[in-house]
């Protein structure tokens, strides 16, 4: 019985150690792996997100566009809208420094996240906390290039930001 504990516990020490190492590769020391901040600042130059300044709620604010039937709305800002169903509309298109709001119309809580799935790193601005229920947050995207997203939550959920 004790040969079969010890063996379980070593099973699980294993387990443990591989899981923060995958969680902690490529990382610099001295750097801890934190959220990338809701606000879609540029890069600094150093690699790194600065820390956020201003929240990124919109409440709402006017001129930020809205979705259409098109599969793709050519605009310099955008909404995409949440719902259990998934983002709509699911392909959107702006020109650099243009802006999405995304805006959770659901009765559950949704993320939105860069692709891939779950490391998040085509386009980490997109990274963003949970959002409730009629919660939204607006991205800028600053560089140009086809970016691809995803309700972390309901990782079925995707979406596709083509910046021009």
Known sequence: M?????????????????????????????????????????????????????????????????????????TSGATVSIATTGFSPATVSVPVNGTVTFTNSDTQSHQVSSDPHPIHTNYPPLNGDVLAPGQSRTVTFTQAGTFGYHDHLNPGLRGTVTVR
């Open 2 to 74: 004790q040969k079969g504990l010890g063996i379980g516990i070593a099973v699980i020490l294993v387990v443990v150690l591989i899981a923060v190492f995958w969680m902690f590769r490529g990382q610099p020391a001295g750097e801890t792996l934190l959220p990338v901040p809701p606000t879609a600042t540029p890069l600094d130059g150093t690699g790194r997100f600065p820390s956020p300044t201003a929240s990124a709620d919109t409440g709402g604010l006017p001129g930020v566009g809205s979705p259409q039937a098109s599969p793709t709305v050519p």
